[in-house]
């Protein structure tokens, strides 16, 4: 009996570009840290953290301005850059309890000007602890949609910093005119680090990335955690990216309970040597020198 030979089966199957982000989304969810192996955080280390608060309104569609400080003092933060502390529409109200804030974790608001009954300017806030506000402006960004940024100088217990806080755009091509304008704000005179915080709208970091002009200053562009959406975070809208970059040690998601319903985007805490990039080295006693130590 002759049997008919039957050509194997060939699927045509071929691999999915779309799968490659989805796999990417998943391994970033996984990971709630990350961690520059060269350091270790020190007791002098500072905690500067950034939280789009979403208007005080939880992913249970809840407004309640109370919880979102709550979240803001689980954070332990010495330096906060918030977003969308303020109505959208109208008189564009602030919506934070800040003496609360002030009282219950000594984050002092840096206060913008110009505004009537804002806390910030286009929705941007930054507050620190025990600092002195040694310059603030405050300025527009170029783009499609109404966006704004801070610049404040701080002089904190453990050194001098320049914060950037920002909240960038919806449309790529406006994020990229957007970080133009703050890199050609970003370094200052007197040589201190400059952060760059806040939620940056952006997931990607290749070709396509408007992140990539900031490449050359800012850093560790590698930290991408999964800050968003706060029940599941796959993107990494929310970042801390400092000049010079070696100059953070830890970059950490803050996933508690709470802050996983207080606002659609959970918060994220970076470590940050001030004093090692600041600091002169002490000159030695005489004491010292005769003794040898």
């Known amino acids: 009996m002759l049997r008919e030979k039957v050509a194997p089966l060939q699927l045509n199957v071929k691999p999915r570009k779309k799968l490659v982000p989805l796999v990417r989304s998943t391994l970033r969810q996984e990971r709630k840290a990350f961690v520059d192996e060269n350091h270790h955080n020190e007791p002098g280390d500072l ?3 950034s939280y789009n608060v979403h208007k005080c309104v939880g ?17 332990q933060a010495d330096v906060i850059a918030l977003q969308e502390v303020d109505q959208r529409f109208g008189q564009r109200s602030g919506l934070l309890d800040l003496n609360w804030i002030e009282k219950n974790t000594g984050l002092a608001p840096v206060g913008v000007v110009g505004i009537r009954d804002s806390h910030g300017w286009h929705g941007n806030i930054v507050l620190a602890r025990n600092a002195k506000v040694e310059l603030l402006a405050q300025f527009d960004l170029p783009g499609a949609e109404p966006r704004g940024a801070l610049l404040v100088d701080l002089s904190l217990p453990v050194g001098a910093i320049r914060i950037i806080a920002a909240h960038l755009g919806l449309l790529r091509r406006s994020r990229q005119k957007q970080v133009r304008t703050l890199l050609s704000a970003a370094e200052a005179k ?6 760059l915080v806040g939620d940056l709208n952006e997931w990607r970091l290749g070709g396509r990335s408007s992140l990539r ?7 560790p562009l590698e930290a991408d955690l999964a800050s968003f959406p706060a029940r599941f975070p796959i993107w990494p809208l929310d970042r801390i990216l400092a000049s010079p970059s070696n100059i953070v040690s830890r970059i950490e998601v803050h996933d508690s309970p709470l802050a996983r319903i207080a ?3 959970l918060p994220i805490k970076a470590h940050v040597r001030v004093r ?18």
């Open 47 to 49: 905690v500067v953290a």
């Open 59 to 75: 992913v249970d569609r809840r407004f309640d301005p109370a919880r979102t400080a709550e979240v803001i003092a689980e954070l």
């Open 190 to 195: 007197d040589g201190r680090p400059s952060l």
């Open 213 to 219: 002009a900031l490449a050359p200053k800012f850093g």
């Open 263 to 265: 606002s659609d985007h």
């Open 276 to 293: 090692r990039r600041n600091s002169e080295p002490e000159e030695a006693s005489p004491d010292q020198v005769e003794s040898g130590e």
